[in-house]
């Protein structure tokens, strides 16, 4: 029988080390909503999310009450809507009302991000494709709820050198948009290589047309459960570091299973996977960047942090692999900078750039993640960087991702404050001298050789 | 049987065990087990408990029971026993 230390020690991780479920997100297709008459689409996107997901939240809030475990997020993602809505969008603001669609729907069922505004163009954009990343600044400036992203690359098809280029274009056209809130909407666009279709953590969810009607993924998190049980090991060797954080990890992910199966049963919507990964918030002692620290960097950033994280980030996977019966998703850890105090310190202090984020992002999921650039970023910069990191994913088989907001009007040393989980981040410099002449080429770069595996 | 488990923490003081089992009793929820430490002068209470019987649904026996906490200035949580199996138990 389960002893008085053992309930002790997960109460512990609850209430004073941030253990939570970070997500459970339903998935739900919008194949079978398909018309070519706007109205009828709108109409059965709507009824689709508010059925299905009718009892989401309350289901999520009856979980937490009874495992004593919170679950902090009730999300929503839904097949690209690029797909969806190809038949019925004849221009962007056909593709904007679908966006108002899902905000409605969103709001209705009580869930607080919904993703999958989302285009799937690695290879090449259809007309619909283009229409959707076109409509992206206006979709997320007239919608609160509604996270949106781009499949730019992938290790099978190249970078879509086109699509990067347009999306540098409307990234800085969301952050003037929004200007008035320090351009936010930036925060609900990410760009992806290798994205996974079955993803739970926003803003890169969406219901991937490989996948069921209706599923449910689970996101765990508990980078605070990381770094109080390094703690116990300072100065110890790597072994007995990896076998801590391999325990740690187990333990975590057993509780996102916990969770994922019985709202699978209580909902009676198949179960899909569990990603394991170490969300950090910006609350103290939930941050990726201070596990760093406690292994022994004096800021993330130092010399040894990419190969801290490449340790930190392999130890999460073995541990939590056996904990669940399916693992997906982004599944590592998570190094974004508003969104943990500990990377903001190591910016603050000149420890952390871009370019050794650039660098930590080869070894962990997922890539450049909520980082405030100079506002006067050029478009082509910005997808310089896109490129950059679309590389890496190519290359390395892997997600990687870029999410960056050039907060309009912020120079370097500027903070930009966002609130609430988003936390506030100070602005980064970005490498200033001009890649126009490359980004400028039309087409793609092809896949690379290692990738004609048949 | 689907086992609850109730922890008691706080500073120690008379009638905390008699207030929380009087609750039990008052809603038919039977006790199968009970250990206590008091570590650093905390009362450190663990009840294995059987709610198969009880009218209340777990989630609001645990609402009550954490505002019982709070007027004998202890925190109660009540817990299905399955979080605690999936985490500790291979």
């Known amino acids: 029988m389960i002893n008085i230390y053992e309930v002790a020690e997960t109460n512990r991780m ?124 206006k979709a997320l400036k007239v919608t609160d709820r509604v996270c949106s992203s781009v499949n730019a690359a992938s ?96 333990k975590v992910t057993r509780v996102g299973q916990l969770v994922a199966k019985e709202a699978s049963k209580r909902m009676n919507i198949p179960f899909g996977i569990v990603d394991l990964s170490l969300a950090p918030t910006p609350a103290i002692g939930d941050s990726v960047a201070d596990i760093l620290c406690e292994m022994g960097l004096e800021h993330a950033g130092a010399p040894g942090t990419t190969a801290a994280l ?25 190094i974004p900078v508003s969104e943990d105090q500990g990377m903001i310190d190591a910016v603050k202090a000149g420890a952390l750039t871009l370019e050794k984020l650039e660098a930590m992002t080869c070894v962990c999921s997922v890539g450049l993640d909520m980082i405030a650039i100079p506002g006067d970023t050029s478009e082509s910069t910005i997808a310089g960087l896109i490129a950059d990191e679309m590389a890496i994913g190519m290359v390395n088989q892997k997600t990687t991702a870029v999410r960056v907001i050039p907060a309009a009007g912020k120079k370097v040393g500027d903070t930009v ?10 602005i980064m410099p970005v490498n200033s001298f001009s890649c126009d002449a490359f980004v400028g080429r039309t087409g793609s770069i092809p896949a690379p050789i290692h990738s004609f595996k048949n | ?68 906490g709070e007027e004998i200035g202890c925190v109660i949580n009540c817990q299905s026993e399955d979080i605690f199996d999936m985490m500790h138990r291979i």
């Open chain 1, 14 to 137: 609850i209430e004073h080390e941030n253990l939570d479920v970070r997500t459970i997100t339903l998935g739900i297709s919008l194949l079978d909503c398909a018309d070519s008459d706007l109205e009828t689409l709108k109409k059965n996107i709507y009824e689709k999310i508010t059925t299905t997901a009718r009892d989401l939240k309350k289901t999520g809030d009856d979980i937490e009450a009874e495992y004593g475990v919170p679950i902090v997020n009730k999300r929503i993602s839904v097949t690209p809507i690029a797909l969806v809505g190809a038949g019925a969008c004849k221009n962007s603001d056909d593709f904007v009302e679908l966006a108002k669609t899902l905000d409605e729907a969103a709001k209705e069922v009580g869930v607080n991000l919904i993703g999958g505004y989302s285009a799937l163009v690695s290879k090449a954009m259809t007309k619909a494709d283009e229409l959707l990343i076109r409509s992206i600044p």
């Open chain 1, 155 to 250: 290790t099978k098809c190249g970078i879509n050198m086109d699509a990067v280029r347009l999306i540098g274009q409307m990234i800085k056209e969301t952050a003037t948009l929004d200007a008035v809130n320090s351009s936010q909407a930036c925060m609900k666009f990410v760009v992806f290589c290798n994205a996974p279709d079955d993803n739970p953590f926003m803003a890169g969810a969406f219901h991937g047309v490989t996948q069921a009607d209706a599923v449910i993924n689970v996101g765990v998190s508990g980078p605070g459960v990381v770094k109080r049980a390094l703690e116990n090991v300072r100065g110890e060797s790597f072994e007995t570091l990896c076998e801590t954080i391999k325990k740690t990890a187990f």
């Open chain 1, 310 to 334: 490449a340790l930190l980030n392999d130890q999460v996977k073995k541990g939590g692999v056996m904990a669940s019966s399916y693992v997906g998703g982004l599944s590592g850890a998570f």
């Open chain 1, 417 to 426: 404050e966002f609130g609430g989980l988003f936390g506030y981040a100070p």
């Open chain 2, 1 to 68: 049987m689907k086992k609850t488990i109730v922890t008691v923490v706080g500073k120690d003081a008379v009638g905390i065990i008699a207030k929380v089992c009087t609750y039990f009793a008052n809603n038919q929820i039977n006790i199968l087990d009970i250990s206590q430490t008091i570590t650093g002068g905390y009362f450190n209470m663990m009840m294995v408990v059987d709610m198969s019987a009880s009218p209340k649904p777990i989630k609001e026996a645990a609402h009550e029971l954490a505002q019982i």
